[in-house]
């Protein structure tokens, strides 16, 4: 987040750029929080009669259905007006604008710089102005921003957007949000509007709960982006679960699924479909049928079956919840992402299990002395950096004496060879779902 730039004894000086103050604003994230990440990142201890500061100038645009209206902090910030050429610039507002600390001269001694400080905190009791711009002059104002390194935070005014009509849904009330939950949706409607970011949870923790609650929040209109088809199946199934949204207002939009887009309240779509309209692989569509048909249903729900072979494209979006034991087959090399996907689905919160008694286990099968090897330790080590342990088994103790399958080394190199293959032939399209990848064992 910054960087020390000067280290005389008295004065630590801290350069931050403007994207990391943007993503700590867009976080909810205030100065004295920026302050007290600092303080822990120090290299040195603080000398007591010093002070830290942070100054910047910030704006924050507001997006209110057409209208656009800019809300500046009148401190720091500067004037945006208008150009002749109606392009919007952007110039200072005088010689009191505080410079950002990069640029600020180092005081002669520590006094006059307290003074300072106190002078610009005088400067931060700031009055918040806000004017309404034309839609036309909205970019062309961003990119102005952006190269005075004074980028606009966009906020959608949800409340007051009567232009853009509300739509039918609402949170049902078995839909009880985790702390967490509560949280990261705390951060996007802090200040009553619907501020534009990125939410960020771990795999199985219920990032689709959490968007259909800020939908059900919003409740406007709304584009739900997928990385596959089987997610825009997961994504609905989810709107159902948690809100009364129904299905005439819901609109799956897939190369087979082609449900009236122009008038749909939610669009659930995925990103081939609006930049390519390409085609799914045929792998995509082996697995979309299994998870809607009957008989997977059934498997799931079936105490009886407590084993599932599945390939790949069930490393996202595939929805076990109580999927406890995964054995990991065949790998995409040493893909960290995969990894951590494959991980999340048996890290999904067990229904009536007490967390401290509950294990879920991870197996990854790697062949000794093959490259696999090389991918697996990088595996490894996301891992353990990501705080889970591991232990390698190179033996297992009872294997020789059973009556196994694939019994002599001429077999085993043959079956070896023979999942290589297959995966090397993974990206193709044509490539059968016969090839297993991952095996779920169910409690
Ligand atoms: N607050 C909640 N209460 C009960 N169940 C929940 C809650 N939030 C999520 N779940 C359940 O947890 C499971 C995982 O949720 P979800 O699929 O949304 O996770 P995810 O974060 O999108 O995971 P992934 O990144 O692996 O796709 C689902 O079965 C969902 O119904």
Redesign the pocket.
């Known amino acids: 987040m910054d960087t020390e730039v000067n280290d005389i004894k008295y004065i630590q000086e801290y350069k931050l750029t403007v994207y990391s103050l943007y993503a700590a604003e867009s976080v909810g994230l205030e100065t004295k929080d920026i302050i007290e990440y600092l303080k822990r990142l120090k290299a040195v201890e603080r000398p007591q009669n010093t002070k830290t500061r942070v100054t910047r100038g910030s704006a924050d645009e507001v997006v209110r259905s057409s209208q656009a209206r800019v809300a500046a902090v009148t401190s720091g910030s500067k004037a945006i007006t208008t150009g002749p050429s109606n392009d919007a610039v952007i110039t200072g507002t005088g010689s009191d604008a505080p410079p950002l600390v990069s640029t600020a001269d180092i005081p002669e001694d520590i006094s006059n710089f307290n003074a300072k400080i106190d002078k610009d905190d005088e400067y931060l009791s700031k009055e918040i102005i806000s004017f309404e711009i034309d839609q036309n002059h909205l970019e062309p104002l961003q990119k102005s921003c952006i190269a005075l390194e004074y980028p606009l935070l966009a906020e959608y005014d949800f409340i007051k957007d009567t232009q853009n009509p509300d739509i039918p849904i609402d949170l049902k009330p078995n839909?009880?949000?985790?702390p967490y939950?509560e949280r990261a949706l705390g951060k996007m409607f802090g200040n009553g509007r619907a501020r534009s970011g990125l939410i960020v949870?771990?795999?199985?923790?219920?990032?689709?709960?959490v968007g259909v609650t800020a939908e059900s929040t919003v409740r406007k209109k709304a584009l739900v982006l997928c990385n596959s088809s089987v997610s825009v199946e997961?994504w609905k199934a989810?709107f159902k679960?948690w809100s009364t949204a129904t299905d005439n207002i819901i609109c799956r939009f897939t190369s087979d699924l082609k449900e009236k887009p122009m008038n749909a309240s939610i669009l659930i779509t995925t990103y081939p479909m609006i930049m390519y309209g390409q085609k799914r692989t045929h792998e995509v569509e082996q697995t979309m049928k299994l998870n809607d048909s009957k008989s997977f249903k059934c498997l799931k729900n079936n105490p009886a079956v407590n084993t599932i072979f599945v390939c790949k494209i069930a490393d996202?979006?595939f929805?076990l919840?109580d999927a406890n034991v995964l054995i990991e087959i065949s790998t995409h090399s040493g893909s960290r992402r995969q990894e951590a996907?494959r991980l999340?689905?048996i890290l999904?919160?067990k229904k009536g299990a007490i967390a401290e008694d509950y294990y879920a286990i991870f197996y990854t099968l790697v062949s000794r002395d093959t490259t696999e090897m090389g991918y697996s330790r990088r595996r490894q080590r996301f891992l353990v950096n990501q705080g889970y342990s591991y232990k390698v088994v190179t033996h297992l103790s009872g294997m020789e004496e059973g009556d196994l399958h694939f019994e002599t080394k001429e077999e085993q190199i043959h079956l070896l060879q023979q999942v290589l293959t297959a995966s090397d032939r993974e990206g193709q399209e044509e490539t059968p779902l016969v090839v297993l990848m991952m095996l779920f064992i169910l409690k």
């Open positions: 839909a009880i949000l985790r939950q949870l771990p795999c199985g923790a219920g990032k689709s709960l997961q989810q679960m996202t979006s929805d919840p996907q999340g689905r999904r919160a």
